[in-house]
């Protein structure tokens, strides 16, 4: 069954005096009847409503714009769906009412919840009729018009072919007024219109045909045909579904685009379109909704425990994922009290970086700026959605959050929190948007030139290496931990013992802990005192021979293997620990470089010297001299809370927070210098 969206825009349904013209509704409806009993599914999205409610009270100049557009479209829409429902009742066709908002395309559950309904509908033979809920929508939330409403709509159903019924045939070279123009007939995938639209726009509507074209362009390049005709002309639906070459129109065609990323690239718009609501704001507004969002969050723990339940039931407690995946109502307080942290923090913006006069008077300021729009591709961290939220909100940046699957009932919970105290205080909810779980929307993601500015894989190597291949937007990477610790000749035994075993045990699927000891040869008789406390907690060894016989005998023989060439370089997230044994540092140092991820090492060593020659040969973001691996995190830092663990050079390095969130730009003042 073909499935079409048809556009009437308030100029076709409106009389000269404002009012609706009912012969010409009759008619459309007549047409969509002969389409619907040959087995077509239509969607229409009608305008009119406005229109209708001022024809029937008349124009009251002492209303300012919002006002009169809901008064009218209170009292317009009853009149528009009556006359509607008549109609079609008398072809035997059943119709139905959908009002939306923008913002019932900014998130995944607001949008599937929509499409479920207008699917429910069109299963049922019923005609859904969409208009935007005017009587409640925001200035600056509103739809363009209802040329961009349609568009979504036609995207959302994955519509075979979109109709924008208008007053005009459709495009043309110059004003159609002007005999001289002619109509163009057909608009290919990548040709430009920029020489022929005419601004203005429709006397009774927001949208004209600038808006038109634009609609049309986009959803045809994302697999959709869509056509602009002269609703008004006779007969104008069925002609242009037979085929009727002498029609007059103007037909954008299709470029072949997967239908799955549809609906993704719809809300990366909206995300893009929400970043001047979040660089409006100020570092005290700012701080005020994480604080708001603080108390919330422990106000309905209860709600965020039971969808994170939900998403536990569907993994094996064994998996090495589930504790990083599981809430408890500590780490909830843990989130909350991160989130205030943030809060508190310096704002990271605009502060002057550099500033210099140049000879010729002109004065430079080098300022931090944000970036716009951040994506964060992400796995069974729960934590990390309202971590990321903060650090961009506080940096002025939108977030595009797209979670694994495995997370996804706690991560929409979480955005549902968010979106909540965004729309409390009348911002674009989209500042925070969270896409569907499937892989295809990180493909999407990374395919967002123009609308992304950035993206940071939080997760392993896999991932890491996947985001880096696929994108088209500049990456940051993070994530992958291959950490070690080098007990030196020197080491003392008990810091030893407590470093090795914080680093292992306190969480082993965190990217921080320890995934390999290296023992200087000359220590190998103090090994079983160092791995005593790993007994307890269940770790398994993989050792070389020379350290499996120092362990052999001391450390229960069911936990204790000899070690392959891949036991070194594996980020093991679980009980599991690798064990080299090294003849010198220079040794140790090599290893690391060869095996590590950059991400985090440690000595335990007593020699000064020693200790400077590891961090100055050892590549990586951060290097610890008897301390664990495990304080690589931001709020141990000091920096409230972080993005991620930078494993590269470039930008950004080690615990990701406010700073690296930004960029500069360059502010130049003279007082009418020229260049010679």
Not at 207 to 234: D, L, N, T, Y
Not at 473 to 498: L, M
Not at 534 to 562: I, N, S, T, W
Request: glycine share 8%.
């Amino acid at each position: 069954m073909k499935r079409i969206a048809i556009k009437i825009g308030s100029n076709v349904l409106s009389r000269a005096d404002g009012k609706l013209d009912i012969t010409q509704m009759s008619a459309l409806v007549e047409q969509m009847a002969e389409l619907y009993h040959e087995g077509y599914e239509i969607i229409l999205v009608s305008s009119g409503a406005v229109a209708a409610g001022r024809g029937e009270i008349g124009a009251d100049a002492s209303l300012d714009e919002v006002s009169s557009r809901q008064l009218y479209s209170a009292i317009g829409q009853a009149k528009l769906i009556n006359r509607y429902y008549d109609f079609f009742r008398e072809q035997g066709i059943r119709c139905g009412q959908v009002l939306t908002q923008k913002e019932s395309f900014s998130t995944p559950k607001h949008y599937e919840t929509q499409r479920h309904c207008m699917e429910v509908m069109l299963a049922h033979g019923v005609i859904p009729i969409v208009n935007e809920n005017d009587t409640i929508s925001i200035t600056e939330l509103m739809f363009t018009d209802n040329d961009e409403l349609a568009g979504l709509m036609a995207e959302m159903m994955q519509a075979d072919r979109l109709f924008i019924l208008s007053n005009v045939d459709g495009i043309y070279t110059g004003n159609p007024a002007d005999p001289t123009s002619r109509l163009i007939p057909e608009i290919r995938p990548g040709e430009t219109l920029d020489d022929y639209i005419q601004p203005g726009q429709s006397a009774e509507g927001r949208g004209g045909m600038a808006s038109k074209a634009k609609v049309a362009m986009r959803v045809a390049e994302r697999g959709i045909p869509v056509v602009i005709a002269h609703g008004r002309r006779p007969h104008i639906l069925t002609d242009l579904m037979a085929g009727k070459p002498e029609v007059p129109c103007t037909r954008f065609m299709a470029a072949s685009v997967p239908s799955s990323i549809l609906s993704v690239r719809n809300l990366l718009e909206q995300a893009a379109g929400a970043v001047p609501s979040a660089q409006s704001l100020s570092d005290k507004e700012v701080s005020v909704i994480l604080e708001e969002l603080a108390s919330l969050l422990k106000e309905r723990q209860e709600d965020i425990l039971r969808a994170n339940a939900a998403d536990l039931a569907r993994m094996e407690a064994t998996n090495p994922k589930y504790d990083r995946l599981k809430l408890t109502p500590t780490r909830l307080d843990e989130m909350a009290d991160e989130l205030t942290q943030v809060a508190h923090l310096p704002s990271p913006l605009y502060r002057t970086l550099a500033e210099w006069t140049r000879p010729n008077g002109l004065a430079f300021l080098k300022v931090s700026v944000p970036f716009g729009v951040v994506g964060i591709i992400y796995e069974a961290r729960p934590n990390v959605t309202t971590d990321v939220f903060a650090l961009c909100l506080k940096s002025g940046n939108v977030c595009v959050l797209k979670g694994g699957s495995d997370a996804q009932m706690s991560n929409q919970a979480l955005v549902a929190l968010i979106q909540d105290v965004l729309r409390r205080r009348g911002l674009d909810p989209a500042i925070c948007t969270l896409l569907p779980p499937e892989r295809e929307a990180a493909e999407a993601l990374l395919q967002a030139e123009g609308l992304v500015d950035l993206v940071i894989p939080r997760g392993g190597k896999a991932l890491i290496r996947s985001v880096r291949k696929q994108s088209r937007i500049p990456v940051i990477e993070t994530g992958a931990g291959v950490c070690h610790t080098y007990f030196d000749a020197s080491g003392d035994v008990d810091k030893g013992r407590r470093i090795i075993c914080n680093a292992k045990t306190r969480r082993v699927s965190v990217c921080n802990a320890l995934d390999c000891l290296l023992i200087h040869r000359d220590r190998l008789g103090v090994l079983p005192a160092l791995c005593q406390p790993l007994a307890d907690k269940q770790v398994v060894l993989y050792a070389d021979e020379e350290a499996f016989k120092a362990l052999q005998g001391h450390y229960p023989d069911a936990l204790l293997q000899r070690a392959t060439e891949e036991s070194y370089g594996t980020e093991f997230l679980d009980y599991k620990m690798a064990i080299r044994t090294v003849a010198s540092l220079e040794e140790a140092v090599r290893h690391i470089n060869r095996y590590g991820s950059r991400h985090s090492e440690c000595i335990v060593g007593e020699a000064e010297a020693v200790i400077r020659q590891f961090e100055r040969e050892v590549d990586a973001a951060c290097v610890y001299a008897n301390a664990p691996t495990s304080f690589t995190d931001g709020a141990q830092f000091g920096f409230g809370a972080e993005i991620g663990i930078s494993t590269q050079k470039l930008h950004a390095r080690g615990p990701m927070a406010l700073p690296e969130l930004t960029t500069y730009k360059y502010i130049i003042s003279g007082n009418g210098q020229i260049r010679n």
